[in-house]
């Protein structure tokens, strides 16, 4: 599976922004969809996931309540809706696919996933 991060921008404080994670290839092997963060001069972070199996999802507590995942199966497009931007939300953002189904604790790792995109900035700047 190959996947291609799209949707990032400036945007203001307060505002609302949606990424996109497109996937393409062997999408039938892809059980768990990540997104993850890096900020400048700082580790990747975990932002959020979605278990394809289940629709059941999991965010990352900076975030929770602001950012939501979802999907089209259709397209096979899984989104990255963030309002209330903050500053700190400034980062590169990355999704990752993994072929199992991955419980809480392994969908925040970065090792748990077998393919990334190529990562795409979010600039929330006034």
């Known amino acids: 599976v190959q996947l291609q991060a799209s949707g990032g921008g400036l945007v203001q404080p307060g505002g609302s922004l949606t990424l996109s994670c497109a996937a393409s290839?062997?999408?039938?092997?892809?059980?768990?969809l990540g997104w993850f963060r890096q900020a400048p001069g700082k580790e990747r972070e975990f932002v959020g996931n979605?278990?394809?199996?289940?629709?059941?999802?999991n965010y990352a507590g900076s975030v929770k309540g602001r950012f939501t995942i979802s999907r089209d199966n259709a397209k096979n497009t899984v989104y990255l809706q963030m309002s209330s931007l903050k500053p700190e939300d400034t980062a590169v953002y990355y999704c990752?696919?993994?072929?199992?189904?991955?419980?809480?604790?392994?969908?925040?790792?970065?090792?748990?996933?077998?393919?990334w995109g190529q990562g795409t900035l979010v600039t929330v700047s006034s």
């Open positions: 990752a696919a993994s072929r199992l189904s991955l419980i809480t604790s392994e969908a925040r790792r970065e090792d748990s996933y077998d393919v």
């Open positions: 290839g062997r999408t039938f092997s892809t059980n768990t």
């Open positions: 979605i278990r394809l199996s289940g629709n059941m999802k």
